[in-house]
């Protein structure tokens, strides 16, 4: 029997439920609710939290539109700022799950200053995307060509502390490189997504090692991880966001087999290969205006020819 009563004990009971893990999320830093199906197979386990964090002002968080019980609930991947309206991810990140097809601009937010995920404060801010890129040639099952833009509605203000823009590597860097990956992924396979920003050091691992460890090795993919100590890897939520070398973002965290198991790596799109599409598809979009112009002047060069 179904009564009323019962319907609405049970409408009780759910929201108490909601309510608990909106204040275990507020108070406790580290475990939050998730989904049981897994998104994205990267996450960082092993990590550690700098002092000073110099590192998480260049990384930002890619969110859903709407965040279901409190904020920060709806991560799904990290991205970096390469310029004031321009956000280097994944495709993975901005396409539906295993497909080609991008999200709608409208599904999507960017929230940068926020080293922690779930806690906004001063320096957070909440960006509109205007317009989703991926690489016409990415393939969701192999991975490849796995990078992805937001181009963002209005420009992000850096001050320079909490939120800045991060270069683009161009230099060759040889193996074994120290380098830092960063992200809010899972702390351990299927485990929860930590609240504050979480690093870990890796090193540029050779092509023959990458290649050994996965049929899907190809083209415009690095691997990275710490023989030394197999744990340090990134895992799911991490998925677009940064490895940086040297300064720069050298590797966009694309795929692992799940995470931190010994004699493997993290995979990740090398950055440096794609220079030239980066240009192409975030640069030199960013000036509709020039467009218009150009086919002004067009359009006034034909009348002159007719004349
Ligand atoms: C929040 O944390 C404090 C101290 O860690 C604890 O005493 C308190 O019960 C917690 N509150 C909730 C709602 O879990
Ligand atoms: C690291 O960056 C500096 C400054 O950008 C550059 O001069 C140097 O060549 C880089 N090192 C490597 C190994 O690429
Ligand atoms: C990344 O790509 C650049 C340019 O194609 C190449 O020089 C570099 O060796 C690659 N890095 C790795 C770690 O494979």
Redesign the pocket.
Do not use: E
């Given at each position: 029997m179904c009564s009323i009563e019962k319907i609405l004990v049970s409408i009780v009971l759910i929201n108490i439920l909601r309510l608990e893990t909106y204040l275990c999320a507020k108070n406790n830093s580290k475990i939050i609710m998730e989904d049981a199906q897994e998104k994205y197979k990267f996450l960082i386990t092993g990590g550690y939290r700098p002092k000073i964090d110099t590192l998480a002002k260049y990384v930002v968080s890619i969110r859903g539109s709407k965040h279901r019980w409190f904020f920060g609930d709806d991560h799904k991947c990290g991205g970096s700022i390469i310029s004031p309206k321009v956000i280097l991810t994944a495709a993975h990140c901005v396409c539906k799950r295993h497909s080609r097809i991008r999200l709608k601009p409208s599904d999507l937010t960017v929230v940068a200053g926020t080293p922690r995920r779930l806690v906004p404060t001063e320096t957070t801010q909440v960006l509109k995307v205007d317009k989703i890129i991926r690489h016409v040639y990415y393939k969701p099952l192999t991975f490849r060509n796995d990078i992805g833009i937001l181009l963002l509605v209005k420009n992000i203000y850096e001050d320079g502390v909490a939120v800045q823009r991060i270069s683009l590597?161009t230099?060759?860097?040889p193996?074994y490189?120290k380098c830092t990956v960063l992200g809010w992924g899972r702390v351990f396979f299927r485990g929860p997504m930590p609240d504050e920003i979480l690093h870990v050091d890796v090193s540029?691992?050779p092509?023959n090692y990458?290649d050994a460890r996965t049929d899907k090795y190809a083209?415009?993919?690095?691997?990275?991880g710490d023989l030394a100590d197999p744990e340090k890897d990134s895992c799911s939520g991490d998925s677009g966001g940064p490895l940086i070398c040297n300064g720069s973002v050298?590797?966009i965290v694309s795929f692992g087999v799940k995470c931190g198991i010994p004699e493997h790596a993290g995979y990740y799109t090398?950055?440096?290969?794609y220079?030239e599409w980066i240009r192409e598809n975030g640069f030199s979009k960013l000036r509709p205006v020039n467009l218009i112009l150009l086919v002004i002047l067009q359009i006034f060069l034909m009348k002159v020819k007719l004349n």
């Open positions: 590597q230099h060759h860097l193996p490189t540029i691992m092509d990458c083209f415009g993919m690095m691997c990275a050298t590797g090398n950055v440096t290969s220079l």
